[in-house]
């Protein structure tokens, strides 16, 4: 079965309205999560790493303002796109490191589409 | 810094054909090496990995090796099916466990 769990699984919205994606760890507990976005056709980018109780490590690029991250407990990690707008349109995925931190176990991802 | 290369697709095998997609990778150590595979609509799926020089990872047909002297992890299986059709995407891992994708190769398989 799913090792992590990722919702929505696609959110459509508006310009301006912000969007909250969950990535939840269903078989371990995680100080550390990813999270990463797939341009369409593209690879996967690695937007910033989700830390259990302390701020998150962005990327070099990436507005920590625009992409927020709550890692609020060992099971849960949230992005949460603000004032999203159509160019923030792509494929959103988070993953897990597993017990042994050199496996990642992936979310099935979030499609989000900004009208 | 660390990066990887892999070729680029799309490939298009008929089935019972010989596949190879090629990925080498410039680190510098010797990170941990995989390949995943992207179903269409889905999340990424671990197919294999291999964590030092000469290592082979094998899952579902699918082999590659880590070469230390040609930097490559390329992947192989003797006969694709159609349900192999899918994006791959070949991946290393650096010290601090942060995963580094190559571009992606789409492959499709016709009957």
């Known amino acids: 079965g799913a090792v992590v769990s990722q919702h929505p699984s696609r959110v459509i919205c508006k310009s301006g309205t912000s969007v909250k994606i969950e990535c939840r760890s269903l078989d371990f507990q995680a100080t550390t999560m990813f999270w990463y976005r797939q341009f369409p056709k593209q690879s996967l980018m690695l937007m910033a790493t989700s830390n259990e109780g302390s701020k998150a490590t962005y990327e070099q690029g990436v507005e920590k303002d625009k992409f927020l991250i709550n890692h609020a407990s060992l099971t849960l990690s949230t992005l949460t796109v603000t004032s999203a707008h159509p160019e923030d349109s792509s494929f959103y995925i988070c993953s897990v490191p597993g017990t042994h931190k050199n496996i990642q176990y992936f979310g099935a991802g979030t499609r989000l589409s900004v009208l | 810094g660390d990066s990887v290369t892999q070729m680029e697709g799309p490939v298009t095998l008929s089935e019972e054909a010989f596949l190879t997609i090629n990925c080498t990778y410039t680190a510098t150590g010797y990170p941990s090496l995989f390949w995943y595979v992207q179903y269409p609509g889905e999340g990424l799926q671990l197919l294999l990995k291999?964590?030092?020089?000469?290592d082979k990872g094998s899952n579902k047909g699918f082999e590659a090796t880590y070469r230390k002297e040609t930097t490559s992890f390329h992947l192989e299986k003797g006969s694709v099916q159609v349900s192999d059709s899918a994006v791959y995407f070949c991946?290393?891992?650096?010290?601090?466990?942060?995963?580094?994708f190559g571009s992606g190769t789409r492959l499709l398989v016709r009957p």
């Open positions: 291999a964590t030092k020089a000469d």
């Open positions: 991946a290393g891992m650096d010290s601090s466990y942060k995963l580094i």
